[in-house]
């Protein structure tokens, strides 16, 4: 395997990682309370959620890519 796979699928494996956790945050009771007062994520939910789906793009675009 190459490095440009070997580094695509850790992209791709934070990535998913970082969705999954910035989705978890954004159901909790104080991110939902903070999006209800103020119509949007907090910043931290909103770097999780934005850094993870570019990094799962990245990743699966290097991973896949000859």
């Known amino acids: 395997m190459s490095n440009k796979k070997i580094i695509g699928l850790v992209c791709l494996i934070v990535g998913i990682a970082l969705l999954y956790f910035g989705y978890n945050a954004s ?20 770097i999780m959620l934005i850094g993870g ?5 990245v990743g699966l675009v290097l991973f896949l890519k000859r």
């Open 27 to 46: 159901q909790s009771v104080t991110e939902t309370v903070s999006e209800t007062l103020t119509g949007r994520y907090t910043d931290e939910t909103m």
């Open 53 to 57: 789906a570019v990094a799962a793009v």
